[in-house]
């Protein structure tokens, strides 16, 4: 199983810009499809963007489409997730996971997430 490790969150005050990897400890993502996923303090665990294994493709919650960008270097076994224009309610804690369905669109309670990186966003 692939271990998720993720990193480059911190604060910022909003309308900045962050990067965050991550990077594939012990393995591989070589073949999978990666999500990335936030979650806030007392709130479920929610989806924001995903890409597909040659990274062709991407998807995005709508509250970030047009400010986070995603992406992959697969000499480097690692995802990107660029966010810029940040604002407050951006504010979590964010993870990663990979996986081999071919899901880039939506995650589950049951994937394999790293520790996650906390993002926060002042206002």
């Known amino acids: 199983q692939v271990r998720p490790v993720e990193s480059g969150g911190g604060v910022v005050q909003a309308g900045g810009s962050l990067r965050l990897s991550c990077s594939a400890s012990?393995?591989?993502?070589?073949?999978?499809?990666v999500t990335w996923s936030r979650q806030a303090p007392g709130k479920e665990r929610e989806f924001v963007a995903g890409?597909?294994?040659?990274?062709?493709?991407?998807a995005y919650r709508e509250s970030v489409k047009g400010r986070f960008t995603m992406s992959r270097d697969n000499t480097k076994n690692t995802v990107y997730l660029q966010m810029n224009s940040l604002k407050p309610e951006d504010t979590a804690v964010y993870s990663c996971?990979?996986?081999?369905?071919?899901?880039?669109?939506?995650?589950?309670?049951?994937?394999?997430w790293g520790q996650g990186t906390p993002v926060t966003v002042s206002s």
């Open positions: 996971a990979g996986n081999l369905r071919g899901d880039y669109f939506r995650i589950f309670s049951s994937d394999y």
């Open positions: 012990g393995g591989t993502f070589s073949g999978y499809s």
């Open positions: 890409i597909t294994s040659s990274g062709g493709l991407t």
